[in-house]
């Protein structure tokens, strides 16, 4: 248990729904991620936020939108998805303290794309 | 860019023996280096870290040592348990580096 959490854990949706995953943590971290984990795949970076603002952006599909309304929280907007978007997505965050960067990560959530 | 390689899987060991996951990167200057552990259902979680060469990390039997010289940070433990079964990634971060992941090893350990 890192103390990030992430909901929903499932979550299936067809190709024209919209659909939102949270991220939530509670240890002052300052920096929060997306990851997109597929099989056989090195692990993605998708976003970055540092303070809220974005840092990073590894030149994601816009039918990816994140958002960062506070240090604590952070969203993953969904639209229009592609079978091939069908994966887990990792929420991980990391300490204003820590200039290494260790990731904290929440467990996931496991997407299907119908 | 930086990039990051470890040993295809999977790794099958029997219980009690000896482990070795290798792992090499591509970056410039010194970054940070991470091995993190994802057990089946859960996000990856941090196993031990390295911040300047030669530095050893170690946490729960495992063990790697960051090497400049041959830009390696192998994975090692002595004594594996069905416990370990689990996919390791190795990673660097830190500073200006952008966190970058390995493609993952999974290993696993039979009684």
């Known amino acids: 248990e890192t103390g990030v959490t992430q909901t929903p854990r499932h979550l299936v949706m067809g190709m024209t729904n919209k659909k939102s995953l949270k991220c939530e943590q509670h240890?002052?971290?300052?920096?929060m991620y997306w990851y997109k984990q597929s099989a056989k795949k090195p692990l993605e970076l998708m976003f970055v936020?540092?303070?809220?603002?974005?840092?990073e952006n590894n030149s994601v599909p816009s039918r990816f939108s994140p958002e960062c309304p506070n240090s604590s929280h952070l969203f993953l907007h969904l639209h229009t998805l592609q079978p091939e978007d069908s994966a887990l997505y990792l929420c991980?965050?990391?300490?204003?303290?820590?200039?290494?960067?260790?990731?904290?990560f929440g467990p996931g959530t496991r997407l299907t794309v119908l | 860019g930086n990039s990051v390689t470890q040993m295809e899987g999977p790794v099958t060991l029997s219980e009690e023996a000896f482990l070795t996951i290798n792992c090499t990167y591509t970056?410039?200057?010194?970054?940070?280096l991470f091995w993190y552990v994802q057990y089946p259902g859960e996000g990856l979680q941090l196993l031990l870290k390295?911040?300047?060469?030669?530095d050893k990390g170690s946490n729960k039997g495992f063990e790697a040592t960051y090497r400049k010289e041959t830009t390696s940070f192998h994975l090692e433990k002595g004594s594996v348990q069905v416990s370990d079964s689990a996919v390791y990634f190795c990673?660097?971060?830190?500073?200006?580096?952008?966190?970058?992941f390995g493609r993952g090893t999974s290993l696993i350990v039979h009684p």
């Open positions: 991980a965050s990391s300490p204003p303290e820590d200039s290494t960067d260790t990731q904290y």
């Open positions: 240890l002052g971290h300052n920096a």
């Open positions: 936020y540092n303070f809220k603002e974005q840092t």
């Open positions: 970056a410039t200057g010194y970054p940070s």
């Open positions: 390295a911040t300047k060469a030669d």
């Open positions: 990673a660097l971060s830190g500073g200006s580096y952008i966190p970058t």
